[in-house]
């Protein structure tokens, strides 16, 4: 079955850059979407077809999708960006999440 | 503004069927898919399965023998039960609408579901 496989964990200090990984077989050839969950709450969609924005999504968030690699950066990274961060692609009628990624901001 | 809220039991016993409902608001259901997803404390996001209006339905194979969704179009609601549970269903579950297979882009607060005796 498809797998999504995310780094458990990431460290960035505020203002830099972050880079989250999402790896999957023939992953470039899916869209890929991102989600930030913070403690308590629900998930939030933050990128959509690979690299798309939904509205109110700070523009310091980009997203990329090629070969078996989709990856989440947040430029210039805030404190407020401290969360968990989802992968998903659709994948034989199912969705299919990666395990999570935290994003410490130390 | 689209809104999703889930109902149902917060304690289910082991053996039984949880059931719940999400309410949608501030949209027509129709011409959608609504997702189920569940995520135990402390751990990732689960995707549970999906239906359509039209009652096409699509399901996670690992919960597939046990998942059964439907939609009351006339209420703009949609359901799911999960029979058979054990302690391992304990989860947040959550509601979503699905941007027809591009992403969750609207989702509930979700709803705490404990299987205990």
């Known amino acids: 079955s498809f797998e999504l496989t995310q780094p458990p964990s990431v460290s960035v200090s505020p203002g830099q850059t972050a880079s989250i990984t999402c790896s999957g077989d023939?992953?470039?050839?899916?869209?890929a979407c991102w989600y930030q969950q913070k403690p308590g709450q629900s998930p939030v969609l933050v990128i959509y077809?690979?690299?798309k924005r939904p509205s109110g999504i700070p523009e310091r968030f980009s997203g990329s999708n090629s070969g078996n690699t989709a990856t989440l950066t947040i430029s210039g990274t805030q404190a407020m960006d401290e969360a968990d961060y989802y992968c998903?692609?659709?994948?034989?009628?199912?969705?299919?999440f990666g395990g999570g990624t935290k994003l410490t901001v130390l | 503004q689209v809104q999703l809220q889930e109902s149902g039991p917060g304690l289910v016993k082991p053996s039984e069927t949880l059931s719940l409902t999400c309410t949608v608001s501030?949209?027509?259901?129709?011409?959608?898919?609504w997702n189920w997803i569940r995520q135990p404390a402390g751990k990732g996001l689960e995707w549970i399965g999906r239906?359509?209006?039209?009652?096409?339905?699509d399901y996670n194979p690992s919960l597939k023998s046990r998942v059964t969704m439907s939609v009351d179009t006339s209420k703009n609601q949609f359901s799911l039960n999960l029979s058979s549970v054990t302690a391992a269903d304990t989860a947040v579950y959550y509601c979503?609408?699905?941007?027809?297979?591009?992403?969750?882009?609207?989702w509930g607060q979700g709803t705490l579901v404990t299987v205990s005796s």
């Open positions: 239906i359509y209006t039209s009652g096409s339905t």
């Open positions: 501030g949209a027509s259901i129709s011409s959608y898919y």
């Open positions: 998903q692609a659709w994948d034989s009628s199912s969705w299919v």
């Open positions: 979503a609408r699905d941007e027809t297979g591009i992403s969750l882009d609207y």
């Open positions: 077809q690979d690299s």
């Open positions: 023939k992953l470039g050839n899916k869209y």
